[in-house]
Structure formats: C-alpha cells, structure tokens
C-alpha cells in the first residue's frame, strides 16, 4: 500500500471543486491543455502514425491518481477506452458524476493500482501524472505501474523535482506567497529528483525516451514547456520489450 491516508483526506476535501477551473485545482487544468497535446504527440512518435491519424483510437489507456478525471475524459473522448483509477473516494465520485454528465465513458475504479487491476491487466499507455510525488513508497507505487505497460506501450510520469527552486516557487511561492495552491498540497521531501524517477522506471525495465521541463506562470495563469526541469517535468518511458 502506498497511498497516504492524510494526503488522500486532504484530496477529498478538495473533491467537490476539482472541476472549477478557477479554484484550487486551477493549475491543473492549465497544464491539462500542454500535458493532452504531449501525450498525444509522443504517442503519435512512438506510432509513426501522421498527423492527421487519431493516434488515441482503439488504445487501452490507464490513469493512475486520475482524480476527477481531467486527463481520463479527455482521453475517452478522443477513442481511447480509460480506466481511472484513484484512492480517493470524494475524487472518484466527482469523476464519475462528472463523466456521466457529459456522457462519456470511462471506467473509474477506487483504490491503488495494486489493489484494482488485474494481475495480469496490461495497457498500452499508462499516465501516472501528478501523483508519484503523493505517495509514501515512490519505488514500489512506480513498479506496480510500470509492470502494468504493455510490451511496445508507453508509460508517461509527471512530478516535481526536489530542489531548491522547487521549494521557492512551488512550495514558498505557489502555497504562501500567490496562494495559487492550498497550503500542504505539496510536501518538498516528497518531490523527486528525474534521477530517482528515471530508475525506479528502470527496475521495471522501461527506457527513457523524452523528458522535458513545464513552467507555470502563477500571475498570468499560462503554461508553457521548457528545458528546465528542475520544478515541474514530465517523462515518457518505453517498454521496449516486443509486443
Ligand atoms: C495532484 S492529483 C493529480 C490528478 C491527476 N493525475 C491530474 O494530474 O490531473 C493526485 C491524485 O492522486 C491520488 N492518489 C494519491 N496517492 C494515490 C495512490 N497511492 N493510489 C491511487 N491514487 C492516489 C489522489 O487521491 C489525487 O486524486
């Protein structure tokens, strides 16, 4: 078990505005916008599929720590079949009324990854996005994920590098300063390095590929890519093994 039991409390709380796209979950729907063209452009690559081609359809796509599913429906909507999956009951409920308002769907399950996926469950792309930072054993929350890649499938991890930038702008500064996130969102210890990221991905025998800095801009509320990666990144891993 890797979940937190006061990190999920503390996502429950918020639940009930994960959809409010001025509240506290505001950064995320801003990066939602670049981390959707990201996935879908790096899977496109990894398809040498053209431009024009729905690189989505058909795919089998998992969301861990999907929460009220800002990635998850999306991802539905453009031909994927999504499984959702997140330890926070509040969450999951607002992704489920929130999917089923829009009638989209996807299959949203409650738990960790070890818990609800089948021990033989495999997919071809796995998000594990803003959450290897929320959970008390990165290493062993990363394998149960990497393991659920499909040989030929991609596994995509954003987080927060743990360094003294870090700390300034998305903890000082995000937090205290421009309030843009709730104070104790976020826990410096727990952030972590591309380093650590890239090796516990490793153990599970999955290869870097592309890894790249985002930069939000809490005064004008915009997201852009960048080569820093020494606050927020994103990495896509390969499972190299023939499908
Ligand atoms: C910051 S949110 C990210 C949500 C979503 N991935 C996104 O980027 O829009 C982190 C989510 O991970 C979930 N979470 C934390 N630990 C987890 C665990 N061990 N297993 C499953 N979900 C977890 C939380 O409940 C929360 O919904």
Known sequence: MTAIASEIERFNRLSASWWNSDGP????????????????????????????????????????GCGGGLLSEPLARMGASVVGVDASPGNLAAARLHAEAQGVAVDYRLGEPSQVLGADERFDVVLALE??????????????????????????????????????????????????????????????????????????????????GMRYNPLKHTAAWCADTRVNYIGVFKNTQRG
Do not use: C
């Open 25 to 64: 979950m505001r950064p995320l729907h801003v990066v939602n916008a670049l981390r959707l063209v990201y996935v879908n452009e790096q899977i496109r690559l990894h398809r040498g599929l053209a431009s024009t081609d729905n690189a989505l359809a058909g795919l089998r796509i998992l969301d861990v």
């Open 131 to 212: 959450v290897v930072e929320h959970v008390s054993d990165m290493p062993a929350f990363v394998d149960t994920v990497a393991r659920s890649v499909k040989p030929g499938g991609l596994l995509f991890a954003s987080t927060i590098d743990r360094t003294w930038k870090s700390y300034l702008f998305a903890i000082v500064g995000a937090e205290y300063v421009l309030r843009v996130l709730p104070r104790g969102t976020h826990q410096w210890q727990q952030f972590v390095r591309p380093t650590e990221l890239t090796a516990a991905v490793a153990r599970s025998g999955l290869q870097p590929a592309d890894l790249r």
